[in-house]
């Protein structure tokens, strides 16, 4: 089946290190993106890309890198440089540049050791 | 300055009432998109209805319709007779600037739907 996939679902990082949060999509969508979520808020965007080898800061973009290599692909790393860096990460997908919806993969929750 | 306003507290619902879900929007562009996004306790985030400026009628569905007041910028979901599954967050967003917009989306801070039995 198509979709999107994030891995892990889980992950824990220790003080001063980087971490990389996996998004996978087999949907042949042009666009990809990455959001955060803390508790008891709404969604804010990292990091989006709306064609390979090309990627643009949204929101909050400070502490966090992302590449976009293949078309399936975005990683998003965590960096030593992201102070709070615990919360929910969703990917998300769509196509084209109208109105679509954005599909979403089911999150990585990262916490701090 | 916040595009997405949803400022209800959490609502608890009697299963199979109608519930609704309030949403306003800022925006200067006369070509913009809306849509609402369910998120269970479990995380991932489902679309359920899409509502375009430019539409005359207000999106339906399936049990999800869109109540689109305009010149109001609100775009209020109602979901009919709630089941239990209906408990989550509901996310209101919206995608301004047409075709040759940035192709991004602002969300709101959400609504909590409890829907007891």
């Known amino acids: 089946d198509g979709g999107i996939t994030q891995s892990p679902k889980y992950l824990f990082r220790k003080e001063g290190q980087n971490v990389t949060l996996s998004c996978e999509q087999n949907l042949n969508h042009d666009a990809m993106y990455w959001y955060r979520q803390d508790p008891g808020q709404g969604l804010r965007l990292i990091y989006y890309s709306q064609i390979v080898n090309d990627f643009q800061k949204g929101d909050i973009a400070e502490g966090y890198s992302v590449s976009r290599e293949k078309k399936e692909s975005f990683p998003l790393t965590v960096t030593s440089a992201q102070k709070n860096p615990t919360a929910f990460y969703l990917c998300?997908?769509?196509?084209?540049?109208?109105?679509?919806?954005?599909?979403f993969g089911d999150g990585t929750r990262l916490s701090i050791l | 300055a916040q595009k997405i306003t949803q400022t209800q507290p959490g609502m608890f619902v009697q299963e199979k009432e109608a519930v609704t879900l309030d949403c306003t929007y800022d925006t200067s562009d006369q070509s913009y998109g809306l849509f609402w996004y369910k998120q269970p306790s479990s995380g991932e985030m489902i679309f359920l209805i899409y509502q375009g400026s430019y539409d005359e009628q207000n999106a339906t569905e399936g049990r999800y319709s869109l109540n689109f007041q305009k010149a109001r910028k609100s775009a209020n979901l109602v979901i009919s007779a709630s089941q239990l599954g209906d408990s989550a967050m509901y996310f209101c967003?919206?995608?301004?600037?047409?075709?040759?917009?940035?192709?991004?989306?602002?969300f709101g801070k959400g609504n909590q739907v409890v829907v007891i039995p």
């Open positions: 967003a919206m995608r301004e600037g047409g075709r040759r917009g940035n192709n991004r989306l602002a």
């Open positions: 998300a997908s769509k196509t084209g540049q109208g109105y679509q919806p954005q599909h």
